[in-house]
């Protein structure tokens, strides 16, 4: 308490000097201080604490030996003090300008918030070296950026807000081009209307995002603040860095695609150079990443076209026809129309097609098919029709070069369908050494019918045929010596001469 007395009246020798206005002034302040020694030496106490530079002018300061130092806070927190409040500001410029060069396009500020607090002391206690390592240590600088905003949430950050404007333009341009966007936006600007197209054309009449993009300026992370390009991407992908998986011992593409809830084909289409039948290795990397569009590109398009109106089919009964026949009637001819769409796509897929209007300009004609309703007997008539179009007997029955010739042969028709000689029922159709192709009819009357050397046959076994009814094409298979039609009749199933039931 002696040492303390001592300096008071040391003290009290240097306040002469002081005005009387000084003195109050600093009477003021002692409620500002918690801890003091006792009335007597409540001034000197004042003037060992921490005063604002206001409160003593700088001449009375300088009357009194007194030093001034400056507590650093940053954030809140106490880093140091200095004797000198420049060397902050240096600090700080010299920060800055290690970042000005590459970010000269950006208002740089302080990432932290600085405060200096002066303090009037009779010896500086400052450790101004320590402090100002510190805060080269601590300061970090950030740019003043714009802030994309999609329903609140923030998903990038570009330099400015000409980047925006670039960044929104070049989503549109993705899949319109420069001239349709500016038309769309003249129109807009105007608020005009744009002409609808010409048949055969098509107008771009709106490029819209599917959700809106706000902007805030705010100070962030230079290594934050995406390029155009890369601000595109997150907005068309969602992501800036593909998820890579890396094959494992029993892996297949169906397993691995289930665990990142893709299909496989998705897993195909994002690794191109594999295909499903490819044997993975152990050690291979595989792109699993999913893709989410943060934002899409709506284009609403109006188009013209002309289009043809499909024909139908009409079928009509015909009782003179045999069943299973068919003829046509009447050809059909497509009609044509004029329509008109408006068409939306999201991200270049349709997503609504709407008919705004449409004009017939040549109806349709419908074809018309003629369908037989008459019934086939099964029954022969016991009189055989001429099994062939025309033509002649090129060789009878009977004894043929040394060897006995089973039935007629018919040559040179007028064409060259084989016909059913009667009603009945095929009892075989197929290939028969040297008749060739071979159609034997049951007219299930004691009658049977054969037909040899055929080119193609019309029916199948169990197939019910009328008399006069196609059912191959006369040729040369078999032992055959040129086209004609080899004709047999069977009664009872015993050989006999056609030209006895011939109704020629």
Known sequence: ???????????????????????????????????????SICIAALLTTSVHSDSVKAEETSKLNLETIYHVYMDGLRVGSVDDKNLVERVINSKMSEYREDYSNLNLVVGETIKLIPEVVFTSRANSSATVSELENKISIKGEAIALKVDGKVVGYVSSEDDYQAVIKQLKLQYVSEEQLATVMKAKENDITINPPSVGEKVIIDVKLSKDIEIDRVPVDLKSILSIENAIKQLNLGTLEDDIYVVEPGDVLGTI????????????????SITENTLLQIGDELNVTVYEPIVKVIVEEASTIKEEIPFQ????????????????????????????????????????????????????????????????????????????????????????????????????????????????????????????????????????????????????????????????????????????????????????????????
């Open 313 to 504: 089919t009409e079928t009509k009964d015909d009782s003179n026809m045999w069943r299973g026949d068919t003829k046509v009637q009447q050809a059909g001819h497509a009609g044509e129309r004029v329509v008109s769409y408006n068409i939306t796509r999201e991200n270049g897929r349709t997503i609504q097609r709407q008919i705004v209007s449409e004009k017939i300009t040549k109806e349709p004609q419908n074809r018309i098919v003629l369908k037989g309703t008459k019934v086939t007997p099964s029954r022969g008539t016991g009189k055989l029709a001429w099994p062939a179009v025309g033509g002649y007997i090129s060789s009878y029955q009977g004894m043929r070069w040394g060897r006995f010739h089973r039935g007629i042969d018919i040559a040179r028709p007028r064409n060259l369908n084989i016909l059913a000689a009667d009603n009945g029922t095929v009892s075989f159709a197929g290939w028969d050494g040297g008749y060739g192709n071979k159609i034997i009819i049951n007219h299930n009357n004691g009658m049977s019918t054969l037909y040899a050397h055929l080119a193609s046959m019309d029916v199948k076994v169990g197939q019910t045929v009328a008399q006069g009814q196609k059912i191959g094409v006369m040729g040369s298979t078999g032992n055959s010596t040129g086209i004609h039609l080899h004709f047999e009749v069977l009664q009872g199933g015993n050989l006999k001469n056609p030209m006895d039931y011939l109704n020629r």
């Open 257 to 272: 695609a289930q665990a990142h809830s893709l299909s496989v084909s998705d897993v195909l289409a994002l690794n191109p």
């Open 1 to 39: 308490m002696g040492d303390y007395k001592g300096r008071l009246d040391q003290l009290q020798e240097k306040l002469k000097g002081i005005t009387k206005s000084s003195l109050n002034s600093m009477k003021q302040l002692s409620n500002k201080y918690k801890k003091v020694l006792g009335t």
